[in-house]
Each structure stands twice: as structure tokens, then as C-alpha cells.
């Protein structure tokens, strides 16, 4: 096999491994306006995710939380919904709530934001997310 070949098959594995729910393992979402509206009429905690399957920002994110509910059972009871970017970066939901790009994390408790992260990837900003729903 030669080089071209080789690399040509790791960008085809990267491609399948980055399509998909971004917390499928954590029985996440993907967006619909019912399911989010669903969600925030329940009063649970949910993480409203921007994310875009090429963004490596936002992979960053999604192991920051994998491993927070993964050392706090508590964290586990956050309904994440995972909203594409690609898709909804236009649309009014992003707008109504002046999402000002891919990366954008968004907690609600009882249907209000309780706070977002933008861009960042550190566990302290993302885990005050975390504590201020649960």
C-alpha cells in the first residue's frame, strides 16, 4: 500500500468516526424544536450543544464532558441535545438565542439559562455548567 492510498483511508475513517450523535454514549439528542421544548416544559437540566462534526473544539468539549459525568453520577441526569451547527447555525433558534458560533454549550434548569460556554474547553468552565443545573 502506498502512501496516497493509506492516507486516503485514515481521512475516510476520520469521516465515519466524526459523523453521528456528538454524546450519543451519554443517550443524548439530536435537536428538534419538540424535543427541545419537550425538554425545557420538563424542568430537567439540559445542555443545549453546538457542535459541528469538523470541529475540533468542539470533540475537545465533548471529552471534557464525558469524563465530568463519568466521575459524577449527579452530572448523568443532564439531558444533553446535541444541536448541528452545519444544519441550525442559520436558524432561529440559534438566532433567538444569540448563539455566536459552533462550540456554544447552553445549560437550562426549570426552562431558563442558567449559563453557557463559549469556545472554551477547560474542565473548571464547563463543569460550573454542570453545577449550576444539578
Same mark, same amino acid.
Given at each position: 500500500m502506498n502512501r496516497r492510498t493509506l492516507l486516503k483511508a485514515g481521512l475516510g475513517l476520520a469521516t465515519i468516526s466524526a459523523g453521528g450523535n456528538a454524546f450519543a454514549e451519554y443517550n443524548a439528542v439530536e435537536y428538534s424544536p419538540e424535543i427541545l421544548q419537550s425538554a425545557l416544559d420538563s424542568g430537567e437540566p439540559v445542555? !443545549?450543544?453546538f457542535h459541528a462534526t469538523w470541529c475540533s473544539v468542539c470533540r475537545a468539549q465533548e471529552r471534557r464532558i464525558s469524563a465530568l459525568i463519568d466521575n459524577n453520577e449527579a452530572y448523568a441526569k443532564v439531558r444533553i441535545i446535541s444541536v448541528d451547527w452545519d444544519t441550525y447555525g442559520n436558524s432561529k433558534l440559534a438566532k433567538e438565542l444569540r448563539i455566536p458560533?459552533?462550540?456554544? !454549550?447552553?445549560?437550562?434548569k426549570n426552562g431558563e439559562e442558567v449559563g453557557r460556554v463559549v469556545a472554551q474547553t477547560g474542565q473548571e468552565a464547563i463543569e460550573e455548567l454542570f453545577k449550576a443545573a444539578v
Open positions: 445542555l !443545549l450543544g458560533r459552533r462550540s456554544t !454549550l447552553v445549560m437550562f
